[in-house]
């Protein structure tokens, strides 16, 4: 048995075209079916591939017919077409039920393929546009403590699960990944239809399996723009939604998951009806085959390589990895149905998919290009951060937005590495005398020095000499990154006058709006998660900050100290814990009708904030609204 049939051989095959034509001109009503929607569908359909033409068109193919044909087409057998033949009553009408009813179940997998890509990238919208309406906003204060906030799993969200397990989503997410994976499933698996006798020698068996298959493949393409879509820093939802950027990472791995299902689905029922159908010996060496088997492969591999541990071990290498794989699934996916069936509607989501990742690629580049290539200087403060200024660029300082920053000359073998970190301007920082590293040499000489002590209940009291220079501030205007070393480009971070910096941003990562109007802010922070939280402190009038660095960290409550000074409801607390749950119970007996949370920093005391604010959001009449900023992978 041969394989499937190109639409090269199908072009210039004669026995085949005058086959066609005569069957159309006997069997096609004249008045239902003209001669130019004849000559259309010819021009079109006839080999399977719009971009190949038949060698004659449908005209020319009937005058090739010197005779009537006399030999009858046998569908069901293994008989060669070699000569005109004439395609007998019980074939053409098995042929024209089967056409009929596969063109109504194609129909339907692209229909539900935009209803699941429409609800993917609508539900933000939706929800977005309806938490404007003040009725809508009064319901959703009521049920976030039950529902947007807390994990599904305990406390954990940021925090991974024992034996890193995953992140386990709040019940909100939750509430959505279940929705779409349930809505996948049943229009994955309703209205089949049967065409028995098939003219592919299908039993009822591969007939069904052979449709579970097709439809799970396609809505597998469908959801590639989506789950690309999903990951992206320039993702077109984070602009016009409230949904933040973690959330939209969270949906690209379930979705992902989603992706990697169907694919083996698909895999399997085309395998068990190629095997069933006796295809298999002749289909599976073909090269359309062996892509196939290659995306579905990959696909896997990605699943496995994301898995936390993964990330956790080498992050830089599993994004390279990520993505290279990423590559050959969709490569895989392009030939799997162009060798097959030619260029068709398939080829729309493989477009759209690599639309989408260009696009992102694209307003990269023009960012960084934007930005253009700046020299910062770097400062260390103490042996675990340091401070970055870069000059001569004028963003707004607003709260829940990063940049993604490029030091080529640090690791010249991986010069793509970048890493996202809070922006603030650089003006909110003084020049002072560090008592770990020298002063830079560009303080001016007229200043004045005097002691500060940073407010707090408890533990240690911080004291910073300060030395202030207008002539400084004005030459430093730009934006500043304070860093923390940790094993990755990071470590490579020193004090430099000049280093080679690139930018990419900035980016927002969480909605601020609805902490704004609160009508009280709390800011909570652990270590270098202050940078998180400097642009709240000036972006709302009542607000009160509660920073928890460790011993070790001394150093950057010196460097905040400045930023700190006029901030007079602040309680910074060194060596020690924040207790987060008498900050909260305190902000909610304050009488404020609104607070708004703000957290920043380690896993474990994001999770701690959240679970305390959907607590005392059931239990009492002040409504609390939650942003969260963590460090996590």
């Not at 048995?1 to 095959?13: F, I």
């Not at 439809?215 to 723009?225: C, K, M, N, S, W």
């Not at 609104?594 to 005391?605: A, I, L, N």
Request: aromatic fraction near 12%; charge should be neutral.
């Amino acid at each position: 048995m041969s394989g499937s049939t190109s639409p090269e051989c199908r072009a210039s095959d004669t026995p085949f075209l005058t086959t066609l034509a005569y069957c159309m001109n006997s069997t096609c009503d004249p008045v239902e079916v003209p001669a130019w929607k004849k000559e259309k569908f010819w021009a079109i359909q006839v080999t399977g591939d719009p971009a190949v033409l038949p060698k004659w068109d449908y005209a020319r193919a009937l005058e090739e017919i010197m005779d009537m044909p006399m030999v009858e087409f046998n569908a069901s057998s293994d008989s060669v077409l070699n000569q005109t033949m004439v395609v007998g009553k019980a074939t053409y009408e098995m042929q024209s039920k089967f056409m009929v009813m596969f063109d109504y179940l194609e129909a339907l997998q692209a229909r539900y393929s935009f209803v699941l890509v429409t609800i993917g990238f609508g539900t933000p919208i939706l929800f977005t546009l309806l938490a404007r309406l003040r009725f809508v906003t009064a319901v959703l204060d009521k049920i976030k403590p039950y529902l947007i906030y807390p994990s599904t799993i305990r406390s954990y969200h940021v925090r991974p699960l024992p034996w890193l397990l995953g992140n386990p989503p709040t019940i909100g997410q939750a509430l959505f990944i279940a929705m779409f994976f349930v809505l996948t499933l049943v229009l994955s698996a309703v209205n089949y239809s049967r065409s028995q006798p098939h003219p592919w020698g299908y039993g009822p068996k591969e007939e069904l399996l052979a449709y579970i298959g097709y439809r799970t493949g396609h809505i597998g393409y469908a959801l590639l723009p989506l789950l690309i879509l999903f990951s992206g820093r320039n993702n077109f939802l984070l602009w016009v939604t409230n949904w933040s950027y973690s959330t939209y990472i969270l949906l690209h791995r379930w979705v992902a998951r989603i992706f990697a299902i169907l694919a083996i689905v698909h895999s399997i029922t085309l395998l068990l009806t190629y095997k069933g159908s006796g295809k298999y010996s002749t289909d599976s060496t073909q090269a359309y085959w062996l892509w196939g088997i290659v995306a579905t492969v990959l696909t896997c591999a990605m699943l496995i390589f994301s898995h936390l541990y993964f990330r956790r071990l080498t992050y830089e290498a599993f994004l390279v990895l990520h993505i290279i794989l990423a590559v050959f699934v969709i490569v895989g996916c392009w030939y799997h149905v162009i060798l097959n069936f030619g260029h068709n509607f398939y080829d729309n989501w493989l477009y759209a998919a690599c639309a989408v990742w260009f696009f992102d690629r694209l307003l990269r580049v023009l960012r960084v290009v934007n930005n253009g290539v700046r020299r910062a200087i770097v400062t260390e403060i103490g042996p675990d951060h340091v401070r970055v200024d870069v000059q001569g660029l004028r963003w707004a300082s607003k709260p829940g937005y990063v940049a993604y920053a490029y030091f080529p000359t640090l690791n010249p073998l991986r010069p793509w590495e970048n890493h996202p970190f809070s922006i603030n301007a650089t003006t909110l920082f003084r020049s002072y005398k560090h008592s770990l590293a020298p002063a830079p040499a560009s303080i001016g000489d007229s200043s004045s020095d005097d002691g500060h002590d940073v407010e707090k209940p408890t533990g240690n009291v911080i004291e910073a000499s300060v030395e202030s220079d207008a002539a400084d501030a004005v030459s430093s205007t730009g934006i500043t990154l304070i860093i923390k070393k940790n094993s990755g480009l990071t470590r490579l971070l020193k004090s430099h006058g000049r280093l080679l910096t690139l930018l990419d941003g900035p980016y927002p990562q969480h909605p601020s709006s609805d902490i704004l109007k609160c009508d009280h802010v709390l800011l909570i922070g652990g270590g270098i998660g202050i940078t998180g939280l400097i642009a709240w402190i000036h972006a709302h009038p009542n607000v009160k900050l509660a920073w928890s660095v460790k011993s070790s960290a001394e150093a950057l409550v010196r460097e905040m100290d400045v930023v700190l000074r006029d901030m007079a409801d602040k309680e910074v607390v060194i060596g020690e814990q924040l207790n987060i749950e008498a900050l909260l119970r305190s902000a909610a007996q304050a009488g404020y009708e609104k607070v708004g949370v703000v957290v920043c920093g380690p896993g474990g005391m994001c999770d701690v904030v959240r679970t305390a604010v959907a607590g005392l959001g059931r239990g009492g009449k002040t409504v609390f609204e939650l942003d969260v900023s963590a460090f996590s992978w």
